[in-house]
């Protein structure tokens, strides 16, 4: 709050407030996470405890792009080639209209 340029002077009660209130957030954040969490079982709470509670409770949603789950950089590459190809289908599928729904036959016995 004091770094920002557009504020010259902060009440030191409304400092105090504030800073109180993110310590209770991040006090029920990490409560209820470890609460429904699997780190109940080590006795400690996980990062993932708390990507899981931002993606699954409505309360924290809000929280979901800061706290993404983990995932291995190979299925996020994945994924994004996944998304590549489906966006190059959905592109041509557009491109083409309706004249080729008419024109398609499917036969099932080639190959066999």
Do not use: W
């Amino acid at each position: 709050m004091k770094s920002s340029p557009e504020v010259s002077s902060i009440n030191q009660d409304a400092l105090f407030l504030t800073a109180k209130a993110t310590e209770l957030f991040v006090q029920y954040l990490a409560t209820h996470s470890y609460k429904h969490g699997r780190g109940k079982e080590k006795n400690a709470l996980t990062y993932s405890d708390l990507s899981h509670t931002a993606e699954e409770c409505e309360t924290f949603q809000f929280l979901a792009d800061i706290l993404p789950k983990k995932i291995l950089a190979s299925k996020y590459l994945k994924m994004l080639e996944k998304e590549k190809r489906d966006g190059e289908v959905g592109e041509d599928d557009e491109e083409d209209g309706e004249e080729d729904n008419e024109d398609v036959t499917v036969d099932e016995d080639v190959g066999s």
